[in-house]
């Protein structure tokens, strides 16, 4: 069975600071690995994806992600946070044989003035 | 471009009462379609999958139904609403590889 981790409830950062928000994953055959993010009420918006190639993903809003398979992980990172960027953030993946996303339980960004 | 629309975007329901939420995508064809609900904005859970009109596969049983009676068309119904369907309800359609999602409609049971 795959899943998705994200072993952080909550991630508080300063305006300005980099961010890290974490996420492993443990999907059979090659993983396609995707960020989501949740202003509330709201949506889900795609934010990156990794399916092949590059381990560096590139984004929306200036984000990116590291795809680093001897750790599996994929963690969402961005340079200077902003206090836009506060949400919530969803790791989720499936193998390329599948059909449905295993999400993980979602991390809450606090970015502070 | 494609879009997804629900509706309605929020809804006050009395415990027992029969629940309609639909969902609609526009700008493609014969798209996998499925149906999350998010407890207390965190974790989602999968509801409902179709791959096609009439095919409906369950995730988790409970009060809650889906059909699918047009392409482009999603609805998840149920007979009798428990307090415990309170929830935000998340549509989202597959495109090539990426799952889409629409703006969710919050459903409170009083």
Redesign the interface.
């Known amino acids: 069975a795959q899943s998705v981790a994200q072993p952080e409830d909550q991630v508080n950062v300063a305006e300005g600071n980099p961010l890290t928000v974490k996420c492993t994953y443990s999907v059979s055959g090659n993983p396609y690995l995707f960020w989501y993010v949740q202003y509330p009420n709201r949506g889900l918006q795609f934010l990156l994806k990794y399916i092949t190639g590059d381990n560096l993903v590139k984004g929306s809003y200036g984000f990116e992600a590291e795809f680093n398979k001897s750790q599996t992980s994929f963690h969402l990172k961005k340079p200077s946070a902003l206090v836009s960027d506060s949400a919530l953030y969803f790791c989720a993946g499936y193998n390329n044989a599948g059909n449905m996303l295993t999400f993980g339980g979602g991390t809450r960004l606090m970015v502070k003035p | 471009s494609q879009t997804i629309h629900?509706w309605p975007a929020t809804l006050v329901q009395p415990v027992g009462s029969p629940l309609s939420l639909e969902c609609t995508v526009e700008g493609t064809s014969n798209p996998?379609l499925?149906w999350y609900r998010q407890a207390a904005?965190?974790?989602?859970q999968?509801l409902f999958?179709s791959?096609g009109i009439g095919q409906i596969s369950s995730e988790v049983p409970q009060n809650l139904s889906a059909s699918r009676p047009q392409d482009r068309q999603f609805i998840l119904s149920s007979k009798k609403l428990l307090l415990s369907d309170s929830g935000?309800y998340?549509c989202?359609w597959?495109g090539t590889?990426?799952?889409?999602?629409?703006?969710?409609t919050?459903l409170t049971v009083l």
């Open positions: 629900q996998n499925y904005g965190r974790g989602l999968l999958y791959v935000f998340l989202a597959r590889d990426t799952q889409y999602f629409g703006p969710g919050r």
